[in-house]
Structures are given as C-alpha cells and as structure tokens.
Nanobody
Framework: EVQLVESGGGLVQAGGSLRLSCAASGFTFDDYAIGWFRQAPGKEREGVSCISSSDGSTYYADSVKGRFTISSDNAKNTVYLQMNSLKPEDTAVYYC?????????????WGQGTQVTVSS
C-alpha cells in the first residue's frame, strides 16, 4: 500500500522556522519525484517545491525561493522541507505528493497534509 505521511507542522511566529517531513512507503522511492504543495483557506492549491529522488534536481515556487529548502534522504525514504523566515502568508495545509519519474507534474499519490500556521 502506498503511503505518504507528512509531519512537522505547527504554530510558529513570523520569522520562525519549521521542518516538514514526508515519509514514503509502498513504492520504489528512487524512481519518483516528491513535491510539496500547500492550500490556504479559500485559495487554490499551490506547488511549493519538488525534488527528484533519482538526481536530486529541485524546483521552488518564486514565493518561497531563498526561504525554503527541499532535501531527500533516500535511505529513509523521506523528503524534508526546511522552511525559514516564515511569513503569515505561508499559513496553509501542506501536502506532499509523489510522481513516477522526475517531471514534478501529474502526481500519482498524495498525503493527508499537515497544518502550518504562522502568526504575525
């Protein structure tokens, strides 16, 4: 059974940091790209970042460049999203997703999400 389990969300003050984790199981991790998305109340889901587990290539949305860092620990089948200099507008439910290959498009599997709340 494919599972993606996010953790690490919480409440933090503006300027603070959080590290999200996405633990994957049930598929060959090295063959997939893992992406992070977020959705705030009343807003559309937004792609935040993506990493290819095979070659480590990464993508960041302009809104998080320079503040967020995505990384992958293939031995643990886990992808991390280090979020620094958090802003209230980063408040959202954060989801990780997996797609076969390295395209960072058309994801196959999704996690249940973890809430991130940034207070001003």
């Amino acid at each position: 059974e494919v599972q993606l389990v996010e953790s690490g969300g919480g409440l933090v003050q503006a300027g603070g940091s959080l590290r999200l984790s996405c633990a994957a199981s049930g598929f060959t991790f090295d063959d997939y790209a893992i992406g992070w998305f977020r959705q705030a109340p009343g807003k559309e889901r937004e792609g935040v970042s993506c990493i290819s587990s095979s070659d480590g290539s990464t993508y960041y949305a302009d809104s998080v460049k320079g503040r967020f860092t995505i990384s992958s620990d293939n031995a643990k089948n886990t992808v991390y999203l280090q979020m620094n200099s958090l802003k209230p507008e980063d408040t959202a439910v954060y989801y990780c997703a997996a797609v076969y290959g390295s395209s960072c498009l058309d994801y196959d599997y999704w996690g249940q999400g973890t809430q991130v709340t940034v207070s001003s």
